[in-house]
């Protein structure tokens, strides 16, 4: 999910402009993902991170991060976030082990998305 939405961040400065095309052009064939998907899971990852915002200042430099309104805002802020808190991609995803780990631990909840035992019907 991360990993399609930084590849996204990088072909946004390549001049590609649609998450739609992203996710037509970048992904493997095999992916069922598609702007629609990919637009969801921006918004669920950049929530994740801002209600996570406090803890995740104690381990990186989060201070002028410029919260975005639409798709492309969305995008500059969670590739910001990212190289803050050392997660680097594409090619690869390196970082985010480690991030979702320290989160998990000192939290005891998840950096992305709610347990299913905390869900309401």
Do not use: Y
Not at 28 to 48: P, Q
Not at 63 to 74: F, M, P, S, T, W
Not at 101 to 108: D, E, M, N, S, Y
């Amino acid at each position: 999910m991360l990993f399609a939405l930084l590849l996204a961040v990088a072909e946004e400065e390549h001049d590609l402009k649609s998450l739609f095309a992203v996710a037509e052009k970048e992904l493997d064939g095999d992916c069922r993902a598609n702007g629609f998907l990919l637009s969801l899971w921006l918004v669920l990852c950049v929530s994740g991170l801002n209600r996570a915002h406090a803890e995740l200042s104690r381990w990186a430099v989060l201070d002028g991060l410029i919260q975005g309104c639409d798709v492309r805002g969305r995008l500059c802020e969670l590739a910001a976030t990212c190289r803050a808190l050392g997660i680097r991609g594409p090619p690869g995803l390196d970082g985010l082990d480690e991030v979702l780990v320290r989160h998990a631990r000192t939290t005891r909840r998840f950096l992305f998305g709610v347990p299913s035992q905390e869900r309401k019907a």
